[in-house]
């Protein structure tokens, strides 16, 4: 039996970090899903997908909140003329725009 999972199969559910993230741990779990438990109940081991899969989409969310509030963070925080810090933090701030723009498409292509 072959499972398949519209939120893991993505890029972003696919992708793995050297971190130990609540989005990895969900990644670990469905993978132990598919692959340890695929022997089991069909219904129960898709029951649980489906749960793993709208955990993964809640930490999604909760992740674009905290990044929303990261770069509201450090844009008040934006030191005026030490030009060095400022190039630092505006990377930064970029970096986690991207990471947001990644966010908002995923929850806005799985969204329930």
């Known amino acids: 039996m072959s499972f398949q999972s519209n939120v893991f ?5 696919r992708q793995v970090y050297d971190r ?11 993978d132990c899903c598919v692959v340890d438990l695929h022997h089991l109940d069909t219904h ?3 029951k ?3 749960l793993l899969e709208e955990a993964f989409i809640a930490g999604v969310k909760m992740n ?4 929303e509030q990261k770069i509201i963070d450090i844009e008040n925080g934006m030191p005026l003329n030490n030009v060095k810090e400022a190039q ?6 970029f970096r986690l725009l991207n990471m947001l723009e990644s966010n908002k498409r995923f929850i806005h292509e ?3």
């Open 88 to 93: 630092k933090k505006r990377a930064e701030r």
């Open 9 to 13: 199969d993505t890029p972003k559910g």
């Open 64 to 67: 674009d909140r905290l990044v």
């Open 44 to 46: 129960a081991v898709e």
């Open 20 to 30: 130990r993230t609540l989005c990895e741990v969900l990644r670990q779990a469905y």
């Open 48 to 50: 649980l997908i489906k």
């Open 110 to 112: 799985h969204q329930q």
